[in-house]
């Protein structure tokens, strides 16, 4: 009879020399969790409470979102993450349960943007995305395209915000902004930064950009989120809000805060310049490597009938010499190898020392200055598009959607 | 004088006492306050009421978000992202816990059996994150008085308030532990003695910090026909006893101004009436400037609004309180106009305007439309509680111990679990097996007892934060009145001299008491020994040169007079006698001479005495 009790059940519990009144919250540890009167929770062993009462549970019906008709279309697709978040008290975790119109009603700036169609998508955290998310993803963002809205925000755990967000560039041309975002710090706190994002991104989602970007807090300070281009963009601190950072060029713009201004670099799409279309296959066998000294020949095996294998290398691209005559058979087999940097910044050359040279006779490609996990992406969108070999390596080589450049900045 | 037994005072005390760890209590940042001009971090931040676990928004926090805030954070070199609210934060820190539980203990209180970190919603910037983290940990002490602690709660310290919406993160996340009485104290004086009791316990533990800032009361105060009203930061024990007089006289007065009130039938008119026009050409430049002004029709409310309610502070203060929650810098009300440059033509226009009688006071606010709105409904919000009398408060405390608004009374709907902290359980064993320490007033009885010092003393000493080194002093053989002396006078008047006494380490202190001790330095040159290892020479150093000097010559003379003093023990004994007389030079020279120049001088001298050649032997 111990566990039947109901959060939200009003409970006596004996502690110190007194009854104390308060609600019983959820178990944890074997104990029962209590919120006294005076608001602070404290732990208790189930046999030192007992149920006064069982309130009925009056669920509050949410305020009504009233929107101005007048304003531009924008379409909410979410996804989950942080920026959507709340607490769940049974379990004490920060989980994702909110779905568009929460958003709505929790940041009310937001209908002084545009009015806003909301779909839910999905309540995960992005750390559990894949590439099969993905593509019902890329085409529910094509569907609201089609639909015409005058963009898109794609609501999304920080983690794999960037995945996400390359996948989308490569599956989608777009005429309008697809904008992910989400936040770095959770909604439950007075001060996270998911009100400004949320804001910075439907401005940014109203403004002339014709891309899928990514919208983050800029700098430690609540002024100015900054746009960047969804290939370029990567995830560099674990906890700062100014986590984003495009890496390789600079942002293609920037939102400042509270003016909800829009700046846009003449190296950013803009609005209406694609036509809009939707490739949404990808090769999931597809895999990616981060070398490191000493790794062994057998690490590689693994992925020996993927279709595909991305090897964050060292420095300019290396590995040991050792593996170089295992990444032959892998080619040899008919993997796709490229060559990418742990260094993030800067170009893979395998031309400048014996290892590269190696390298690049095993058949490895050398991918330029893209990110590793862009590559990943990439390669899954060829190598589904393009069946032909010599033609996928080719457009490997090419810049597809920004996520490489002929000069290094 | 005030009956407060008649008036049905009951007030009960919020400690908050710093803890001197040596991390914060959720980072690894060290406990040491900064000067502002060392920051080297600026960045600002906008905080937004969020609701609680339960669904609601806390009365204070919306209350505080009436005007959206910018607020502006420096950090240091000894801050982290935890402060700037940028990272989660790490574990509650160990000692701080265990040292909340020691102090649990000293209150004879029972542990809570696990432990849960809660945020309080906090959001007038003082907390980057907009809540304090806080956590129950016993509950159920007892008070000398008979009355009771209700918790003890181990918390994070806000940010310093710099100026205005700007804080300095140095503070932020010192532990602390706040400290619950029961509304069990029925006068001032009680207030004050309860109050510097539960300090004397605190400090007890010598693990708290000292010093202004580092201790903070709040004090809770009600009378049987008033409210209970939470009067903010309080810092000092003499002020204590002054500011519970003064809240019991303003409640007792706003009870008077209710009676009144209703006696004359007075009403609140609920909708402000727009009185721009009437100033438009106003010698006041805040009226003429202003986009918008708006007043507040108060029927029945002529003389009370200007009436005095505790020194300095009149009913009109209280709305001007409410009113510059919406950002306005205050109101004006026709009890006490035509001043301010308003006119007496102005206020008769305004009366005619809206009609107004004799009876009525109006109150106006200028500001731009929505800020004036805002304002006047304010007003009219705490000029209806002035007809139910007293309204439930969070109050801060003015200079001189008159207090001012600050926010509804906050409520538990302020409160939810901070999830990125885990529940801690309080061991049994491990609780009952914790150090009690000795309380301060126990230990001045045992100094009078033990090491006969005087009482005055001995409750100057345990009151004083050189109490634990003059323990540990006299436990390595310092008599018990040098040790008192040096710790309870010197050092004060070398601060009084303007010397840097922070070098002066416990260990540098006892080096020279022992000094003395062992004969090596006068007394009487504590003090200006101390001086110099202040000033940074070393200790041995700082013996040396305070020692009183002895020439060469000097030395030699003492030499030669002890040694023919002994002549026959000298010639009894030959070299043999250095050792004895090396000990009797010694303690001429009081130490100030190396002992290796008095064993030459001294090995000459015998030498000199016992060869067959000496000049003295023929005499």
């Not at chain 1, 000294?293 to 090897?311: C, N, R, V």
């Not at chain 2, 129950?136 to 918790?151: H, S, Y």
Request: aromatic fraction near 4%.
């Amino acid at each position: 009879m111990n566990n039947e009790f109901h959060p939200g059940d009003i409970v006596l519990c004996r502690h110190g020399n007194t009854d104390r009144s308060g609600t019983f919250i959820t178990m944890r540890d074997g104990m029962a969790t209590i919120k006294l009167d005076s608001g602070y929770n404290i732990g208790v062993s189930l046999d030192e409470i007992c149920l006064v009462t069982r309130p009925d549970i009056t669920s509050t019906s949410p305020v009504a979102v009233t929107q101005n008709e007048a304003l531009p279309q924008l379409s909410i697709v979410s996804t989950g993450g942080t920026i959507a978040s709340r607490i769940d008290y049974r379990t004490g975790a920060v989980t994702s349960q909110f779905d568009a119109e929460d958003i709505i009603r929790a940041i009310p700036r937001l209908v002084t943007i545009a009015r806003y169609r909301a779909r839910k998508l999905y309540t995960i955290l992005s750390e559990n995305m894949n590439p099969a998310i993905w593509k019902e993803l890329a085409e529910a963002v094509f569907q609201e395209i089609r639909n015409g809205s005058s963009g898109i925000i794609v609501t999304h755990g920080t983690d794999t915000m960037a995945y996400s967000a390359a996948a989308l560039s490569f599956m989608i041309d777009t005429p309008v902004p697809v904008i992910f975002v989400g936040s770095q710090r959770s909604a439950d706190r007075p001060s996270s930064d998911n009100t400004i994002n949320a804001l910075c991104s439907a401005s940014a989602a109203v403004s002339d950009l014709g891309e899928v970007v990514v919208v983050m807090h800029g700098t430690m300070s609540d002024d100015t989120c900054h746009i960047h281009r969804g290939t370029r963009v990567r995830k560099m601190h674990t906890s700062r809000r100014s986590a984003f950072e495009s890496i390789g060029i600079p942002p293609i713009g920037r939102v400042s805060y509270p003016s909800l201004e829009v700046h846009l670099e003449p190296a950013a799409i803009r609005r209406g310049t694609q036509e809009p279309s939707l490739a949404a296959s990808l090769e999931e066998r597809c895999g990616l490597l981060h070398f490191y000294p000493g790794m062994p020949p057998e690490a590689f095996t693994s992925f020996s009938d993927y279709k595909g294998l991305i090897i964050a290398g060292t420095g300019l691209g290396h590995v040991s010499t050792l593996l170089i005559p295992t990444i032959k058979e892998l080619v040899d087999d008919g993997t796709m190898v490229v060559m990418t940097s742990q260094c993030l910044h800067g170009r893979v050359c395998d031309r400048v020392y014996d290892t590269g040279r190696d390298l690049i006779k095993a058949g490895a490609i050398e991918g330029g200055d893209i990110l590793p996990e862009v590559a990943l992406v990439k390669q899954m969108w060829v190598l589904g598009n393009e069946k032909d070999p010599e033609r996928a390596a080719v457009m490997m080589r090419s810049c597809l959607k920004g996520e490489c450049g002929g000069r290094s900045l | 004088m005030i009956d407060f037994g008649k008036v049905g005072l009951k007030a009960g005390i919020e400690i908050h006492q710093q803890l001197n760890t040596a991390q914060k209590l959720f980072c690894n940042c060290p406990t040491t306050l900064r000067t502002i001009d060392e920051h080297d971090k600026e960045f600002f931040r906008y905080l937004r009421a969020t609701e609680s676990e339960l669904g609601e928004i806390d009365a204070a926090a919306k209350e505080e978000m009436k005007q959206e805030r910018m607020f502006c954070y420096f950090g240091y070199d000894t801050t982290c992202l935890v402060e700037y609210d940028e990272e989660p934060p790490a574990p509650l820190n160990q000692e701080a816990l265990e040292l909340a539980c020691i102090i649990s203990r000293l209150f004879e209180m029972t542990p809570v059996e696990q432990i849960h970190t809660m945020r309080k919603l906090v959001i007038d910037g003082s907390n980057t994150s907009g809540f304090q983290r806080t956590a129950l940990i016993a509950v159920d002490g007892i008070l000398p008085n008979g009355g009771k602690i209700e918790t003890i709660c181990l918390e994070e310290e806000a940010a310093q308030r710099v100026d205005g919406d700007t804080f300095s993160l140095d503070r932020l996340g010192i532990p602390l532990v706040e400290i619950t009485t029961s509304p069990c104290m029925k006068t001032p004086d009680e207030v004050r003695e309860i109050a510097g009791y539960l300090g004397m316990v605190l400090r007890s533990t010598g693990r708290v910090k000292r010093g202004l800032g580092t201790i903070r009361q709040d004090i809770n105060i009600s009378i049987a026909e008033g409210a209970r009203v939470e009067i903010k930061g309080v810092q000092e024990l003499d002020l204590i006893a002054e500011v519970v007089q003064r809240e019991v006289l303003r409640q007792k007065n706003l009870v008077d101004i209710r009676n009144e009130l209703l006696s004359r039938q007075a009403t609140v008119i609920t909708e402000p009436v727009d009185v721009t026009k009437i100033f438009s050409a106003s010698s006041s430049t805040i009226l003429k400037k202003a986009q918008c002004i708006l007043a507040v029709r108060l029927p029945g409310f002529a003389g009370l609004v200007g009436r005095e309610i505790q020194p300095g502070r009149r009913l009109g203060s209280e709305f001007s309180d409410y009113a510059k929650k919406c950002g306005v810098g205050g109101i004006f009300h026709t009890d006490e106009l035509p001043a301010y440059g308003i006119t007496r033509d102005e206020v008769d226009r305004l009366f005619m305007q809206i009609s107004g009688g004799s009876d009525e006071c109006i109150v106006i606010v200028a500001a731009d439309g929505k800020k004036a709105h805002c304002s006047a409904m304010q007003v009219i919000k705490r000029a209806k509680t002035a007809l139910t009398g007293v309204p439930e408060e969070t109050r801060k405390m003015l200079e001189g111990g008159s207090t001012s608004y600050m926010r509804p009374l906050p409520g538990a709907a302020r409160m939810y679990p901070e999830t990125d902290v885990f529940p801690v359980r309080i061991e049994p064993t491990w609780y009952e097996n914790l150090p009690v320490p000795e309380l301060l007033v126990k230990k001045a009885e045992r100094f009078v007892r033990e090491l006969h010092i005087d009482p005055a003393l001995a409750s100057q000493l345990a009151s004083s934060d050189q109490v634990f080194l003059f323990e540990r002093a006299v436990s390595e053989g310092i008599a018990p009145s040098l040790a008192a002396r040096t710790l309870l006078s010197s050092r004060k008047e070398l601060a009084r001299g303007g010397s840097d006494i922070s070098c002066l380490s416990a260990e540098n202190i006892l080096m020279v008491l022992k000094a003395v001790e062992e004969g090596r330095a006068a007394k009487e040159a504590v003090p200006v020994i101390l001086e110099k290892v202040g000033a940074g020479t070393s200790v041995s150093e700082a013996i040396s040169e305070c020692a009183p000097a002895v020439s060469r010559s000097r030395l030699e003379e003492i030499v030669r007079r002890v040694v023919r003093e002994r002549r026959d023990f000298v010639r009894e004994k030959g070299m043999g006698s250095l050792g004895p007389l090396m000990g009797i030079v010694m303690a001429e020279v009081r130490g100030s001479v190396d002992g290796r120049v008095v064993s030459q001088v001294l090995k000459e001298e015998i030498s000199r005495e016992i060869s067959p050649n000496t000049p003295g032997d023929k005499v």
